[in-house]
């Protein structure tokens, strides 16, 4: 998840294979995005809970997120349709509406599901221990999410700077593999949830 919010930015802003996007129109995605992902969770992750319970949440959560991660670089087939801005003597593309919200509804839908996910699991895992080592659980569970922290950023860097600048892809398909295969590690989590929840599934 970590590496997925850091690589989008960075294909939203890189003119090669990337989008080539201003600052502007950056801001403009992500805050609509994380608006729409903040009105999405009040109203339905508490139904989506009740309906599938705490392991059907965080499976859905992760089975979800790949298909929709791998159908952002389609947004370059709407490049097209896009009109050139210059800013401070550089050129940006400025997309259509309906790019931008296309654009917009995925980085939305990963980012529900990341939270919907991270949300769950901590619940579940308060669920495995008794109260009294709930603190320690959840300190160790801040540690490793620290670690994926300070991973991700360096995971997406490496990765979309290679997928767009080595030379060994075009620039279109350097963008599709850089979200194919963080879709693909997404798919390792899912995989993961469906072995690794079942035994939990009647007290979650």
Known sequence: MVAIDESI???LLSRQGGIGLSAKAIGTVLSASGLLCIVSQS???VKVVRVFGLSGSIKLSFITTGPFIVAVPLVLCLKGKSSIVR???LDYQDLAWI???YLTLL???HQISGFAASSSLLVALNRTVIPEHR???NNFNNFGGSIL???GPSFAGALVAFSFSSGLFDPFFGAVFTFVLLAALGGLNA????ILLKEVDGNA
């Open 99 to 101: 790019a931008l919200v």
């Open 9 to 11: 930015p960075l294909f």
């Open 43 to 45: 109203l339905f992750y």
């Open 149 to 151: 922290k300070v991973l």
């Open 87 to 89: 800013v401070d003597g």
């Open 191 to 194: 995989m993961a949830s469906i």
């Open 107 to 109: 980085i939305a839908i």
């Open 135 to 137: 603190s320690a659980i």
